[in-house]
């Protein structure tokens, strides 16, 4: 076969060089064959032969040859190691020349052959896009879109699959296919040729290569795609198919827009179809299917817009539906249930409506189902839910009198960072305005304690943050002196100290408001802590900055005011310049600091 090979090879320089076409006919058919029987082998003969340059006369568009030939390198360009030879010889311009013609063999060969050598190839997509190819395809497929004839068919799937592999992972090609305007024509070739399996298919491909675009989103969502893929969706019976299907909605629906658009076209409802038929299902396939669907069905949910009509004041039967995956036995349908619940859980309105409707009480039995050796995504998503749940203030006396802070304790234990991080702020907004809860829970020392320990966690800032903020809230909301020494006792001062120098206005607040109750109601106790914490020169140095904001001004003095009663920290108050930097802040433009500066000045003149 080699020997034969080399032979063709030699007739065919010959007589491309006399100019015989039948003898060119029979040697490229030679070729051709050839690369049938083994592509790979056949394909480095041709390279080293040299016979890539004489390919260039013979692309002419009058040469006749010219199908056969680009036919040849859409064979050879298989190869990873031919493409770059085929840039190098210059294939490219002739080849791009030969999308202008009206022969559909030659265009069909040509669109294989361009995209056959941008597979995978910098050199050849730069060739191609140097040559101006991808313009020129995307216009055929615009020009050749309402044309339903087989062979039209087979060549607009090479085309699409031309520029697939033209632009495959390369942001800079997409956004320039972008912008050429080929998304609202593959939407248009998707619904008018939704029969053919192969074209359907490129599109998808196509779809999902550009999708992941934050540019495209805006053209997707001015087509109507999702009435398309839903459509698309529904008459699908293959795994493989939906799984298509679902790896272009998932980068979609991450856009509020076609989130919208896709809850119109009836998307949820195949989606719950999936649920209903793989719910029982042991294959990995189906659960597979499982997960993608109900993932989906929360992302839908993230929308505001989306959200809120499948809500339907409560009454969606969609949301009906999903409430009651929550006591499922399935650890997927448990996670996405409790996530849908709190993504519905995003205004005061559905709170409110979800805690009467009794919904606290379902998330409670699916927690209580996970403490022990739980599920770690399951633990979370619930504890979301209940967090969202509590921000209004009527539901916050509701859901204690459900046990919802008994329940949360439960996963005290846990070592799991993105636990403890819901459980805190779960327990924060509950006994926010709440100051019977906050005494009782401020008064738990087992709970203080594992705030104090995770308000050393520095690996995990969210966790610190929140430790920190849930045991000033503790103060703040109980106002209650045994509340703050099993803080004290537990070594907790120190850490609201430290918060008083966070990054974050509202925290540096909290703190100082949290210190200001602690030495108006305990000094006696705190003042060793507050000391060994150095509170007095943080309160001068926030005194000191002029981009502290003016109420972290404003509470800084009313705790130095507060702390005069400390023999220690009356000693290091008079020790640092506090009368200075107070009387400047006598002129302060906020009214309120300025007033306040006033009256600390006197307070220390008295008291110096």
Known sequence: ???????????????????????????????????????????????????????????????????????????????????????????IPPLVQLLHCKDQEILLQTGRALGNICYDS?????????????????????????NTEPANQRLLTVFCGMLMNYSHDDDILQA?????????????????????????EMCLVAFGNLAELESSKEQFASTNIAEELASLFRKQAEHEKKEMIFE??????????????????????????????????????????????????????????????????????????????????????????ALAIANFARNDGNCIHMVDAGIVQLLLDLLDRHVEDGNVTVQHAALSALRNLAIP??????????????????????????????????????????????????????????????????????????????????????????VIRTIIHAGGVKHLVTMATSEHVIMQNEALVALGLIAALD?????????GASLVPILHRLLSDDLSAPEIKYNSMILICAVMGSEPLHKEVQGLTFL????????????TVAHQASLTEQRLTVQS
């Open 1 to 91: 076969m080699a020997d034969s090979l080399c032979e063709t090879l030699q007739k065919l320089k010959l007589t491309a060089a006399e100019g015989g076409v039948d003898n060119l006919e029979r040697d490229l058919d030679g070729l051709l064959k050839a690369l049938a029987h083994s592509n790979a082998e056949a394909s480095e003969k041709i390279q080293e032969s040299g016979i890539l340059k004489v390919f260039l006369d013979l692309l002419a568009p009058q040469s006749s040859c010219a199908p056969k030939v680009a036919n040849i390198i859409a064979e050879i360009a298989k190869n990873e190691f031919m493409r770059s030879p085929c840039v190098d010889a210059g294939l």
């Open 122 to 146: 910098h050199e050849g997509r730069s060739a191609v896009d140097q040559a101006g190819g991808a313009q020129i395809v995307a216009d055929l497929i615009r020009s050749l879109c309402q």
């Open 176 to 200: 320039q296919l972008i912008g050429m305007g080929v998304i609202p024509t593959l939407v248009k070739l998707l619904g008018i040729h939704s029969q053919n399996a192969a074209l359907t």
């Open 248 to 337: 272009v909605l998932a980068p979609l629906a991450e856009n509020d827009t076609i989130k919208l658009q896709l809850v119109d076209a009836g998307l949820v409802e195949c989606l719950l179809d999936v649920v209903r038929q793989t719910v029982d299902s042991n294959k990995d396939e189906d659960i597979a299917e499982l997960k993608t669907a109900s993932d989906l069905m929360v992302l839908l949910l993230l929308g505001d817009e989306s959200m809120q009509k499948l809500f339907d004041g409560g009454k969606g039967s969609v949301f009906q539906q999903v409430l009651s995956w929550v006591p499922s036995h399935n650890h997927q349908l448990q996670l996405a249930g």
């Open 393 to 482: 203030v009527v539901n916050k006396s509701k859901m204690l009198s459900a046990g919802v802070s008994d329940e949360v304790l439960k996963f005290l234990k846990s070592e799991m960072p993105p636990v403890q991080f819901k459980l805190l702020g779960t327990l924060r907004m509950l006994i926010d305005t709440q100051a019977d809860a906050a005494d009782q829970l401020g008064k738990n020392a087992k709970l203080v304690g594992r705030l104090v320990e995770w308000c050393e966690a520095k690996d995990h800032a969210g966790v610190m943050g929140e430790s920190n903020r849930l045991l000033s809230a503790l103060i703040r909301h109980s106002k209650s002196k045994d």
């Open 523 to 531: 000094l006696g106790s705190a003042e060793k802590e507050l000391e």
């Open 580 to 591: 200075d930097v107070i009387s400047k802040l006598r002129s302060h433009e906020n009214k």
